[in-house]
DNA sequence: CGTTACGTAATATTTCAAGTTACATGAAAC
DNA sequence: GTTTCATGTAACTTGAAATATTACGTAACG
């Protein structure tokens, strides 16, 4: 989530198509795993890719209306909890009276979590980002924002 | 978690110490698995082990004063998010937007399911299991009395 | 066509929680 | 006392899931 944040921001910075190895580089990692995670975003419109010579991936959509939550569901929602109830319908009934109260504590968790994602759109973050951009004077690109 | 609450509430239920080996055959575990858990609790006093013939585990506290949450820290705090910020304190400019709106939604979600589990004691959850065993038993008998 | 870049299945690697073994300590039974 | 039962822990092994890599296919551009 975090990392796709980064990469989809990245992209909205760039007036050419970004590469999976330049984006792979950035993100430290294989260009491969670049390709899979934007399958999905691609999906659903929110990117296109372009093939051969001056090919790469771009925006294809305005950041004001792509919330965090989209971008949630175009990654296949993942669970958000790192806990969670041992099984799904125990015979037990101890068992059973803990599930219900865990479980009613995670789906309100989960809850709070998507409608905070829903409240925050990506142009939002690219403000907050030339903000931070503007305090610092520093200028700004795809390699030497991520030097060692 | 899930497990751990299990285990309390069935000790809860025994008169008699549960020994390890018992528990972790209750929830399909190693002993020493089970001893690795209840360690924690043991230090904070709400259980109590002892060694030898006629040994094994036992409560040692009141179970309406202790909350979920209590059993939560004594685990440990384990994260309980499975999605976080890829890293701490990014150069990255784009990277630290991204982690600033994040992190303000994990934060709040975590208060919410900490806050939950501060409601929840073990004698409610005791008393929710003994409800569900009241009626099932009655279920049971106006079947058998229909039967035949 | 040759090069560049994405698409994706298949495979390999890494990582981390969970399980296991081994052995030490202490308490009760005999 | 010594035998048995039980916990206490360190060290090691296993296994499953996430991640990374390889390999090969398709499409676009010059």
Redesign the interface.
Known sequence: ???V??VL??MA?EDRPATSEMLAKAMQTNPVVIRRIMAGLRERGYVRSEKGHGGGWTINCDLSTLT?RDVYQALGE?????????MESPD???????????G???E???A??LS??AE?TLA???T??HQ??AT?K?S?DLET??AE
């Open positions: 989530m975090s990392g944040l980064h921001l990245h910075e965090l993942p669970s958000l909890l790192a806990i969670g109830n041992r037990c009934l101890v068992e059973q009276a803990v599930n219900a109260a865990l009613r504590a995670f309100e968790a989960e709070v979590l905070r994602f925050v939002q973050l690219s907050d980002f931070r951009l610092l520093q700004h924002a991520h």
